[in-house]
């Protein structure tokens, strides 16, 4: 299965949704010259196609991307080593193009120093140079601020989410109306790879879309997104990187806590390494007991620190000579994060509760009846009429969703 943000990943710059300015002033970057120096920074809200700009100038323009992942450490050692393979020229292609991606993420004493080789690699380079962060003006990063052109990325509209959700609908052979892309698109909240995540988990294998099949994601803030926490809890091997991403979501730590529970094993698959992802976990629930039993809530950090602990154990499972022997056993492609089924029971509840309380007001309505006297009174004769004569239900104006309300 195939994340959709890939497959229809747009291949041509005017492909890249709601970002004109962005997608202007990064390819004036580009034709800036042959000179050294070329650099930019990239910056705004989660999926709003940063990393997807570079990855496409890259492409259109026959050049060759080459990357240093967010989730390695980016020590000087470590960047100054991806200098140096910068610096040797493109066989196949025109020229390189380099990007660093979450670079206000660098922190801690393993990134000190970071910065400066950054620079030094901005310098040097005779390639562009971009920047991917969400956050330019945090103070580590004021060092470099004097070297890059400053481009801003905005949330992108509702209407253009909208549109790009229906074109993917299209090529996935899926019917469905308006109104539900438009819901959404404005849960995404300007995020078009959460978009695309949440049509993906709603819409995959089926040929009709309706607002009905969203109710699974109707319990979920959409501010920040379960699908970019979950890969630095779960993949980043560092600690300070997955707490972080836990205090700074619009979520609380209790439903991070249920989606871990639940997705664990789509991405530990070698057993000691899920044994000790389930055990950190199970240490996190201690302190999540004591939270709700004691109401004592400085247990919450203790909690939140056990959650990011799982970040580590894919170590579990390294080897003695200092390499990882999860290669083999790690879900390194695209994880389906699937939600916590009990969040799923209780949004439909809640909608099952909605429609019973529809059809009460209904009935009430007829009969001159509080809602009381109606669940006391009627509905337990209504159940038997409507089973026994059909039609009986429209005749007094209830509809389906009334009728699933009261069975």
């Known amino acids: 299965m195939k994340l959709w943000n890939e497959k229809h990943k ?43 700009l570079v990855e496409t100038l890259a492409s259109e323009m026959g050049m060759s ?21 910068t610096k040797t020229k493109a066989l196949f292609s025109k020229g390189k193009v380099i990007l660093l991606d979450e670079v206000d993420g660098i922190s801690g004493r393993s990134d000190r120093g970071a910065v400066g ?41 509702v209407p253009s989410v909208a549109k790009r959700l229906r074109e993917i609908c299209e090529a996935e052979s899926i019917s469905t109306d308006p109104d539900t892309l438009k819901h959404l698109a404005r849960w ?14 709603v819409a995959q294998g089926k ?12 319990y979920r803030e959409r501010e920040s997104s379960v699908f970019d926490i979950l890969p630095t809890v779960l993949k980043s091997g560092n600690i300070a990187a997955s707490r972080k991403a836990v205090w700074s979501a619009d979520k609380d730590s209790d439903e991070i806590f249920w989606w871990l529970e639940n997705n664990l094993h789509l991405v530990f698959r070698d057993p000691e390494q899920l044994s000790a ?18 109401q004592n809530w400085s247990f919450k950090g203790y909690m939140v620190d056990m959650m990011a602990g799982i970040s580590l154990a894919k170590d579990a499972g390294s080897t003695g000579n200092g390499h990882h022997g999860q290669g083999s056993h790690s879900h390194h492609g695209f994880v389906p994060y699937q939600p ?17 309380d529809a059809a009460c007001r209904k009935i009430g309505e007829l009969t001159h009846s509080s809602k009381r006297a109606v669940i006391r009174d009627y509905l337990p004769y209504l159940k038997i009429i409507m089973k026994n004569q059909k039609g009986f239900a429209e005749s007094i104006g209830l509809d389906k969703e009334d009728v699933k309300g009261i069975k």
């Open 117 to 157: 080789a950054i620079v030094k690699l901005i310098k040097e380079s005779s390639y562009p140079v971009f920047l991917i962060a969400n956050d330019p003006w945090a103070s580590k990063l004021r060092p470099l601020r004097p070297y890059v052109k400053m481009i801003k990325f905005h949330k992108v509209p």
């Open 10 to 52: 747009p291949s041509q710059l005017d492909g890249i949704v709601g970002q004109k300015k962005a997608t202007e002033e990064a390819l004036a970057v580009m034709n800036s010259g042959n000179g050294k120096g070329r650099s930019a920074l990239l910056f705004g809200p989660p999926g709003c196609g940063k990393t997807l």
């Open 277 to 294: 992802a389930f055990e950190t976990l199970a240490k996190a629930d201690i302190f999540r007991s004591i939270v709700m039993k004691q």
């Open 340 to 356: 916590p089924r009990r969040f799923a029971d209780m949004a439909r509840r809640r909608k099952r509760m909605a429609d019973m």
């Open 188 to 201: 995404a909240q300007g995020d078009m790879r959460s978009a695309i995540n949440d049509l993906q988990m």
């Open 207 to 218: 040929t009709e879309l309706k607002t009905k099949d969203l109710e699974i994601l109707g």
């Open 65 to 85: 991307l080459m990357q240093l992942n967010a989730s390695d450490k980016r020590n000087p050692e470590k960047i100054e080593g991806f200098a140096q393979t």
